[in-house]
DNA sequence: CCGCGCGTAGAATAATTCTTCCAAATTCGG
DNA sequence: CCGAATTTGGAAGAATTATTCTACGCGCGG
């Protein structure tokens, strides 16, 4: 059996591929088989069981616990685990680049590791974003602020920035905002002023800030629609909003930068600034 | 067991969430936990084994059961079948969806692009992070800040976002901090504080706010360090700067998000959070 | 034409994983 | 404060699933 091949069994779903493919001419038929089966259908790999799998490729089971031992797992499940990975981390290649950084005994100091981490992250974040977010609900969100006199823009602690990033972009738009969550006595009166023309924008992750919950509640109960970001949908954002999104930022180490949410913020206010153009002139 | 609910089992993702969305009030406690975590980590449940799943939910794996027949399933395994069939679908079209995102104004409706092009312009700005930062400077400008007694931060505007963002996440790591931008008036006078054991970060793009300038400036001239982030090797920043940075960030139509500029903040700052945790222990 | 060796199928076995069940704990109504 | 009903934890068992093993078939060289 050993001819010498100690080949230790790639983690790395791009790596098994590239191995594949190599060796794919001196494979005995029914491996070769599994071979061919195994890049057209990975999912099938990912999700089926060994019997399941065997009978779509139509091959016996065990001829799959052998062809994952050709390439140096210990049994299928080994094998199975790295077409698993794959659909996790759906997108590789910055998942790849994250790998190197992390496991890179190159040693780019650690610092521009740290960098290179949140990048990663960041890149996640975005393509997370672009999935989980309903064009529809985004639009009606759009439509729903764009027809407001005021927005209220409703924010604390982390999510704080998002909401002075957006004061500044619909100021610059020309559009009336008014933003919550700066001297603390000052905002609920502010608050109590708006009226069921406004609208608001509310924005709350994780440990949620019981201010900014409150307000949005306070808000909802007078008619006032709101819109929110959150990350989670048992958000008690959720709860009072009339459209909410959510929104998970990947981390590192535990620590969310706001990549994601700022993209889902500058697009919010230039959706907004499009609509009011596209229905007031 | 029957509360006259003979509720045939969702077969598709987005209705099981609905349903479980719905319902989640009136769940005991442990099957709201269940419900909590399955929609917070999809993926978990599509990959993981009663087991480990139940021991990251932190119930035991009959809960997970009882779960899955609450709503109308044969068991957890009928369950995890629409978890991965989610992760299926999603996968498959994720290229196609990708692909139409970055093809720019194609298809989608309106507000839906809009949110698609600034998707696309932070993927693009953090790619250019990744290539524009030199490790070595990176390096040196956390080193720089991380002997700080107190880091000041310096900016305007549009950059304004980041500076209370990292005002944030330094005041977490337990760095102290001070931040320069609120009520004009106190600034300078607050600046006039600093003494050489300092260090200041400064943020500003474009069209330079000229207060920044003005206060980086003065703090340089005091022979305190100054890092600093901007858009351009011109920019007034950079002369005045100890270590700076240009990071442009991609836009859509002319508007920027401050994605990739947040990914940088909060890495430096968990890098100066690092570095002060290696030299100091 | 015969024997040798590699590859394969299929069943038996071992391991893992899911499900069921019941006693203990909790909650809710009286 | 008590009793009934519901919920929960845990462990035993049922089912599924992966792996191993042995015998058979096929091709190749002697």
Same mark, same amino acid.
């Given at each position: 059996?050993?001819?010498?091949?100690?080949?230790?069994?790639?983690?790395?779903?791009?790596?098994?591929?590239?191995?594949?493919?190599?060796?794919?001419?001196?494979? @005995?038929?029914?491996?070769?088989?599994?071979?061919?089966?195994?890049?057209?259908?990975?999912?099938?790999?990912?999700?089926? +069981?060994?019997?399941?799998?065997?009978?779509?490729?139509?091959?016996?089971?065990?001829?799959?616990?052998?062809? &994952?031992?050709?390439?140096?797992?210990?049994?299928?499940?080994?094998?199975?685990?790295?077409?698993?990975?794959?659909?996790?981390?759906?997108?590789?290649?910055?998942?790849?680049?994250?790998?190197?950084?992390?496991?890179?005994?190159?040693?780019?100091?650690?610092?521009? *590791?740290?960098?290179?981490?949140?990048?990663?992250? *960041?890149?996640?974040?975005?393509? =997370?974003?672009?999935?989980?977010?309903?064009?529809?609900?985004?639009?009606?969100?759009?439509?729903?602020?764009?027809?407001?006199?005021?927005?209220?823009?409703?924010?604390?602690?982390?999510?704080?920035?998002?909401? +002075?990033?957006?004061?500044?972009?619909?100021?610059?738009?020309?559009?009336?905002?008014?933003?919550?969550? +700066?001297?603390?006595?000052?905002?609920?009166?502010?608050?109590?002023?708006?009226?069921?023309?406004?609208?608001?924008?509310?924005?709350?992750?994780?440990?949620?800030?019981?201010?900014?919950?409150?307000?949005?509640?306070?808000?909802?109960?007078?008619?006032?629609?709101?819109?929110?970001?959150?990350?989670?949908?048992?958000? @008690?954002?959720?709860?009072?909003?009339?459209?909410?999104?959510?929104?998970?930022?990947?981390?590192?180490?535990?620590?969310?930068?706001? &990549?994601?949410?700022?993209?889902?913020?500058?697009?919010?206010?230039?959706?907004?600034?499009?609509?009011?153009?596209? +229905?007031? =002139?």
């Amino acid at each position: 059996m050993d001819r010498g091949e100690i080949l230790a069994a790639p983690k790395n779903f791009e790596v098994l591929r590239e191995l594949i493919l190599e060796r794919r001419r001196e494979l @005995p038929k029914r491996l070769a088989q599994v071979a061919a089966f195994a890049l057209d259908h990975p999912d099938e790999i990912a999700f089926g +069981t060994a019997a399941s799998i065997a009978g779509a490729a139509d091959v016996q089971p065990s001829t799959l616990v052998r062809f &994952s031992q050709a390439f140096g797992f210990d049994g299928f499940s080994a094998l199975q685990t790295v077409f698993r990975a794959r659909l996790r981390e759906r997108n590789s290649s910055y998942e790849d680049r994250l790998a190197e950084l992390e496991s890179g005994d190159a040693a780019p100091a650690g610092s521009a *590791a740290i960098l290179g981490s949140f990048i990663a992250a *960041a890149h996640r974040s975005l393509d =997370n974003l672009g999935t989980a977010i309903d064009p529809k609900r985004f639009e009606s969100a759009t439509i729903t602020l764009a027809s407001a006199r005021t927005i209220h823009l409703i924010a604390r602690r982390r999510s704080y920035p998002i909401a +002075t990033y957006m004061a500044y972009a619909l100021s610059q738009l020309k559009i009336r905002c008014q933003i919550a969550g +700066t001297a603390s006595g000052i905002d609920d009166d502010l608050l109590a002023m708006a009226d069921p023309g406004d609208a608001a924008f509310a924005i709350s992750f994780s440990s949620y800030a019981p201010e900014t919950i409150a307000q949005a509640s306070a808000l909802a109960a007078r008619g006032i629609p709101i819109v929110s970001l959150t990350d989670s949908a048992f958000s @008690p954002l959720a709860e009072c909003s009339t459209v909410w999104f959510e929104l998970v930022e990947a981390d590192h180490a535990g620590f969310r930068s706001l &990549s994601a949410s700022m993209a889902f913020a500058m697009a919010l206010a230039v959706a907004i600034a499009e609509e009011r153009r596209r +229905t007031q =002139n």
